[in-house]
Antibody, heavy 123, light 115 residues
Framework: QLQLQESGPGLVRPSETLSLTCTVSGGSISSSSYYWGWIRQPPGKGLEWIGSIFYDAYTYYNPSLKSRVTISVDTSKNQLSLKLTSVTAADTAVYFC???????????????WGQGTLVTVSS | QSVLTQPPSVSAAPGQKVTISCSGSSSNIGSNFVSWYQQFPGTAPKLLIYDNNKRPSGIPDRFSASKSGTSATLGITGLQTGDEADYYCGTWDNSLSGGVFGGGVFGGGTKLTVL
């Protein structure tokens, strides 16, 4: 059973870089033809797609975040990572990693999801 | 402002049926598969529907969905108090904010109250 677990600092200072890791267990992040993604949810608000990666080669980012975000895969550690630079209070959110439910597509819904990790941007 | 439009809230009595709408455009719902999620407070979203109308294993057939043109609808029959949650639609937008490759989009969410 595939499981995802996010980890990283819960507090980030304004203007610094937010770095999160998603550890995948129960399957290999590199041996399957799936899109992997990051989604965030500000407190009390809806879901916002951050970006996706496919085969550690093709990345797709939300245009509103594209200049600040990097998604990558570390196949040796079976991990997905997210870096978001120059953060502000508006980046405070629960950050989720997830995988597309079907292979070879970026539009079949995300399953499974990690439990999410709250990142607060504050000085 | 979400790319996909959902009603902020819906309500119905136990045992009844409720529908949740999701309205988009030709560049998102009109061109791509729609998925639906259920989210309880403090937990990750759970996939209820993928590829417009398919249920993952373990999702009861009380949950169904359809798509027509640039709109999609989630239906829940035999409402239970345990269905009280937030529901989100999602899809891909081929021209999100003018981006070359597009991106994922979600509705703003609908809070379901079972009276």
């Amino acid at each position: 059973q595939l499981q995802l677990q996010e980890s990283g600092p819960g507090l980030v200072r304004p203007s610094e870089t937010l770095s999160l890791t998603c550890t995948v267990s129960g399957g290999s992040i590199s041996s399957s033809s799936y899109y992997w993604g990051w989604i965030r949810q500000p407190p009390g608000k809806g879901l916002e797609w951050i970006g996706s990666i496919f085969y550690d080669a093709y990345t797709y980012y939300n245009p509103s975040l594209k200049s600040r975000v990097t998604i990558s895969v570390d196949t040796s550690k079976n991990q997905l990572s997210l870096k978001l630079t120059s953060v502000t209070a508006a980046d405070t959110a629960v950050y989720f990693c997830a995988r597309q439910s079907q292979p070879w597509t970026y539009s079949s819904g995300y399953y499974p999801w990690g439990q999410g990790t709250l990142v607060t941007v504050s000085s | 402002q979400s790319v996909l439009t959902q009603p902020p809230s819906v309500s119905a009595a136990p045992g009844q049926k409720v529908t949740i709408s999701c309205s988009g455009s030709s560049s998102n719902i009109g061109s791509n598969f729609v998925s639906w999620y259920q989210q309880f407070p403090g937990t990750a979203p759970k996939l209820l529907i993928y590829d417009n109308n398919k249920r993952p294993s373990g999702i009861p057939d009380r949950f169904s969905a359809s798509k027509s043109g640039t709109s999609a609808t989630l239906g829940i029959t035999g409402l239970q108090t345990g269905d009280e949650a937030d529901y989100y639609c999602g899809t891909w937008d081929n021209s999100l904010s003018g981006g070359v490759f597009g991106g994922g989009v979600f509705g703003g969410g609908t809070k379901l109250t079972v009276l």
